[in-house]
T-cell receptor, first 114, second 109 residues
């Protein structure tokens, strides 16, 4: 059974804290994605990684950074958490290009910044 | 205007009813996904389509590439089908997805 696993289901952090959200996939996928999901806005892409150490900004990268040191792990970092980053965060992975497969999603992390 | 539009935004049904959710898009695509999200957040891929029709159990997905439109049908709906259904498209020459805002379905016994 293929899996994308996010490290936490729920997190509560204080304004100004540095926050790490971790995602691990076991399908040897090259592509990994971080999205945030807000009511009425759908899923919006924060960052995309198409290989180890390779990354590309998505639609809303401000206030976030990412790290991909190993193929199976993609981390989202909130350098200084703010209340407007309270949201549901979803990680996904897929194979690229001509062998493109379904996207597989993690279970989500609901982050509250107080 | 969003590049992926879904309708309706909310849908209620009685158990056993036939349900249709629609998705229209305005960009050239190489694939369209239908996803299901239950309360609690996790997203499951139901279908990936590039043409025609696919069926899995009580779920049927169709796509018309010329009209840039897809539908998700649920036959003999059941309360366990209650979830948010999300349409997402993959643009040509990219691996990124563009998402609709979702359709919230509630099926009552």
């Amino acid at each position: 059974d293929v899996k994308v696993t996010q490290s936490s289901r729920y997190l509560v952090k204080r304004t100004g804290e540095k926050v790490f959200l971790e995602c691990v996939q076991d399908m040897d996928h090259e592509n990994m994605f971080w999205y945030r999901q807000d009511p009425g806005l759908g899923l919006r892409l924060i960052y995309f990684s198409y290989d180890v150490k390779m990354k590309e900004k998505g639609d809303i990268p401000e206030g976030y950074s990412v790290s991909r040191e190993k193929k199976e792990r993609f981390s989202l970092i909130l350098e200084s958490a703010s209340t407007n980053q309270t949201s549901m965060y979803l990680c996904a992975s897929s194979s690229p290009g001509v062998v493109y497969t379904e996207a597989f999603f993690g279970q989500g992390t609901r982050l509250t910044v107080v | 205007k969003n590049e992926v539009e879904q309708s309706p935004q909310n849908l209620t049904a009685q158990e056993g009813e036939f349900i249709t959710i629609n998705c229209s898009y305005s960009v050239g695509i190489s694939a369209l996904h239908w996803l299901q999200q239950h309360p609690g957040g996790g997203i499951v891929s139901l279908f990936m389509l590039s043409s025609g029709k696919k069926k899995h159990g009580r779920l049927i997905a169709t796509i018309n590439i010329q009209e840039k439109h897809s539908s998700l049908h649920i036959t003999a709906s059941h309360p366990r089908d209650s979830a948010v259904y999300i349409c997402a498209v993959r643009r040509y020459n990219t691996d990124k997805l563009i998402f609709g805002t979702g359709t919230r379905l509630q099926v009552f016994p």
